[in-house]
């Protein structure tokens, strides 16, 4: 029984992997096939018994450095995409960072041609009342 543990607990650990859903059809039928072979075969039930712990033995070792293999690939690819995923927000902000200097830019511009025109129009302004002042000061 603890067999089938085994392949229950690889099922859960890489099942959405398609090399782990290979690997465990071909394990499965493996452990299938060896069992039925040793089961049939005409020896005594000790024999039998110890065969079946060899190959569980066996079977649990490979088990074991296949889901070590697939989980540092899994790593692997879990690293390669942080890396892609900080490099493209780097990207972006970047990116971002340089069309706000241009919109602080214009916004700059615009301030100033409103300084401009609104000195124009206090000079206008102060002009005007200059004028007003004059002409009561004469009456």
């Known amino acids: 029984m603890p067999i089938f ?6 099922k859960q650990n890489i099942m959405a992997s398609n ?16 069992g039925l072979g040793i089961l049939y075969a005409p020896d005594k039930g000790a024999n039998t018994r110890e065969k079946l712990n060899k190959e569980a033995r066996k079977t649990q070792k490979r088990l074991s450095k296949q889901i070590r293999e697939t989980t540092e690939t899994l790593s692997e690819k879990a690293q390669l995409a942080r890396l892609s995923f900080e ?21 700059e511009d615009k301030l100033e041609a409103l300084r401009k025109q609104n ?21």
Do not use: C, F, R
């Open 87 to 107: 490099e493209k927000l780097n990207e972006t902000l970047s990116s971002a960072s340089y069309k706000a200097d241009d919109i602080l830019l214009a916004m």
């Open 119 to 139: 000195a124009k129009l206090q000079k206008g302004a102060t002009a005007g009342e200059t004028k007003a002042a004059v002409k009561k000061t004469t009456v």
């Open 5 to 10: 543990g085994i392949i229950n607990k690889l």
């Open 19 to 34: 090399t782990g859903q290979t690997l465990l059809a071909l394990l499965t039928g493996a452990v299938i096939g060896a």
